[in-house]
């Protein structure tokens, strides 16, 4: 027997007692006869007569049979079988009257299928930051110990923190020019590969000499330098305009989750294995993701053959169709204010930002006498902070958006946050006068900096959607120039000043910063 039933309507009356004392012709202990048979089953009134069975011939070879309340259509492409109706019965599925069995159907899909696609595309995102930052500030505690084995002084220790920057600064723009053209799933998988590898011969470079040790830093600088752009360019075509705050906070966090973990486990590590194991271990986690990634992503929601239609539907219609960039209108977006806003807004935030990845451990040891164990896990607490404030800017900037108010407004307002808590907080660190009140400060300068999360980092999407990963790539040079100066500036300031001379020139930019953002940043579409 091979027999698929394929519907059966119920009215609700279905249970009710029959209105007469016929017998009808079959029952669910009859057999109807059939072969490779497709039965369409619907439970019917009976005629006014009181006749229970209907039966006539089709031109197809199909039989109708109308039985008591049940209605039945057979078609048969050979001689009658016997099949038990039961059993026919068997792979029914039932429903009464107006119900959607298309939508009960589609509700019994797994949640892991109707899980947005273009939520994995953020999650796997936020992964890649996670593991992006991991990599970069191992080095920020593993500074200590190799200062020590290697006789550094702070200005070679500068130059050293600095040197990564070097080879981030070279594929800011390259890399958004390369995502914007061939996609960013690509250009995503090599930049973690590339800066997993690198890090991983991090230990090796160091014994052999100072010169390679600066060389590996910078090549896993070119890698981590093409991550922002390319993720940039994914996010502009998979993620719909009212999303916009909150999947780049979600990434964002990714990369404040990622200094946690760098910063806590690097301690311990250290303390177990030595510190050549914090570069072998956090650089083989780069593998697994790029499996993971290179099988579940694509780079639009054209590409992607699994998309469920409704939400390709969605996506499509929230956000700009993005044809491949041919070429790069470089007059057209460098004569623009707004542009410039970013750039140098870009510049004065990382100035602040880069200092706190990179000299916080040496901060907390010299200046608050915490040891290893202590300075890396009291380092993650701003980074904690900064990972929910991020969330928490893009949920509110996402909702003001949603509620009428303009884009450009919810900007500045988000930016402005972003600048003038990390000025006010950093002040105060020439007051106080415990540990535990700097560590407060600290925490709280770099919660208020993350809602730039949801002001200039998610303004290059709303002024050149199409040119997002080179618009990112533009102001983001700006931000890894901060990085180099930065961190080579502290170095000398500490040998000649110190950490109040370091604090008083972030509190300076990010005064600047806020003011340049205010009177030239737009959140309206500028350049097509």
Known sequence: MNARALLISLPTDFHSSPKHNFPPDISLSRKISCSESLFRLRFLPADRAGNRRVSSPFSDGS???????????????????????????????????????????ESAVPWWEEFPKRWVIVVLCFSAFLLCNMDRVNMSIAILPMSQEFKWNPATVGLIQSSFFWGYLLTQIAGGIWAD??????????????????????????????????????????????AMPAMNNLLSKWVPVAERSRSLALVYSGMYLGSVAGLAFSPFLIHDFGWPSVFYSFGSLGTVWVAVWLSKAHSSPLEDPELRPEEKKLILRNSISKEP??????????????????????????????????????????????????SGLVCVLPWLTMAFSANLGGWIADTLVSKGLSVTIVRKIMQSIGFLGPAFFLTQLSHVNSPAMAVLCMACSQGTDAFSQS??????????????????????TAGVLAGVFGTAATGYILQHGS???????????????TVVWNLFSTGEKIID
């Open 325 to 374: 960039v041919k070429s790069i209108p470089w007059r057209l977006i460098l004569s623009k204010s707004p542009v410039w806003a970013l750039i140098v807004c870009h510049f004065c935030h990382n100035w602040g930002t880069f200092i706190l990845l990179t000299w916080m451990p040496t901060y907390y040891n010299q200046v608050l006498k915490f040891n290893l164990t202590d």
């Open 455 to 476: 002001g200039l980092y998610s303004n290059h999407q709303d002024i050149a959607p199409r040119y997002s990963g080179v618009m990112l790539g533009l102001s983001n």
């Open 499 to 513: 950490w109040d001379d370091v604090f008083k020139v972030s509190v300076g930019l990010y005064l600047f910063g």
């Open 181 to 226: 053209k061939v996609g960013g799933k690509k250009v995503l998988a090599f930049g973690v590969v590339w800066w997993s590898v690198a890090t991983a011969l991090t230990p090796v470079a160091a014994k052999v000499g100072l010169p390679f040790l600066l060389v590996v830093r910078a090549l896993m600088g070119i890698g981590e330098g093409v």
């Open 63 to 105: 039989v109708r049979r109308r039985v008591g309340r049940v209605w039945a259509e057979v078609k048969s492409d050979s001689a009658p079988k016997a099949v038990k109706l039961d059993d026919a019965l068997g792979d029914v599925v039932f429903k009464r009257e107006g119900d959607d069995v298309d939508g009960e159907l």
